[in-house]
């Protein structure tokens, strides 16, 4: 005859282990997401983030199906649970401009802490909050693995960037070997904007072969202060008897349209 408090021991050890496991999405399942609104303010603006999962069978997964959450910018919360088919988050905004990218997922393994680098394409919800069918929501996006995902941008700042004007001072370096490379980022009203992440780099275009020049930033981004302005330090080992060198400095803003890469913009500076 079993012991009592040996089973009673093993069942609760079972019941535990069992509770640690989430629920996720059956393999084949699919995932759309959508964002509401899609643009919200730098500092403590909310957007509505909501997940639908669907079966294989065009089904929505059961209640309590847990979907996680990931963002490269900003804050949100790191998982929630299907009802009806759907997963609601909130997404707020931590004072940093720029374009966020939310992922959600369900199934595979369990969640890493930093966001996936190959994540499935957009999915747009197109009845969010309705009861209607699966089919009604258009076509969901599915992945051959085990996990499923889909990602959705979120403009974040209090106006979007429209153009950014580099300036070097001094345009040419001489002594001492440095300059200040200024982005000044503005709307498309020419106001400032704040708290946009900037990356500069520097390439040489004229007068050697050798890139002998280096910026403080290391090409980390610098945020915009409140008169829209990011700044680095650009300096160079060339020797001060060597010819004249040309370098160009770009400054470009991460995920916003314009050029490869995002909106920016560019100086020249002369050594020698």
């Not at 996680?68 to 004072?95: C, E, H, M, P, W």
Request: aromatic share 4%.
């Amino acid at each position: 005859m079993s012991n009592p408090k040996v089973l009673a021991g093993a069942l609760a050890l079972a019941h535990l282990t069992c509770a640690a496991v989430p629920l996720t999405a059956p393999s084949g399942s699919s995932i759309i997401i959508n964002a509401n609104p899609r643009f919200i303010a730098a500092n403590g603006g909310v957007s509505a983030i909501t997940a639908v999962v669907i079966e294989p069978a065009g089904t929505f997964v059961p209640d309590g199906t847990v979907v996680f959450f990931l963002t490269d910018l900003g804050r949100i919360d790191a998982q929630a649970k299907t009802k009806d088919g759907y997963a609601r988050v909130n997404f707020v905004s931590d004072s940093r401009s720029g374009r966020a990218t939310v992922r959600a997922f369900s199934g595979g393994s369990a969640p890493n802490p930093s966001p996936s680098a190959t994540a499935t394409p957009t999915g747009v919800v197109t009845a969010m909050g309705t009861s209607k069918p699966a089919a009604a929501l258009g076509t969901p996006l599915v992945t051959n693995s085990a996990e499923i995902s889909a990602e959705v941008t979120i403009d974040i700042g209090s106006a979007l960037p429209a153009d950014v004007i580099v300036t070097a001072n001094p345009p040419r370096i001489t002594a001492p070997r440095n300059t200040v490379i200024t982005a000044n980022v503005y709307d498309d009203k020419g106001n400032p904007v704040s708290n946009v992440p900037v990356i500069f780099t520097v390439d040489v275009v004229s007068g050697g072969r050798l890139l002998q020049e280096s910026l403080d930033s290391g090409s980390q981004p610098r945020f915009t202060d409140t008169n829209g302005q990011a700044r680095d330090v650009l300096r160079t080992s060339q020797n001060r008897a060597d010819d004249q060198k040309e370098v160009v400095v770009n400054a470009s803003v991460p995920g916003r349209p314009g050029a490869a890469g995002g909106l920016g913009g560019s100086v020249s500076v002369f050594i020698n």
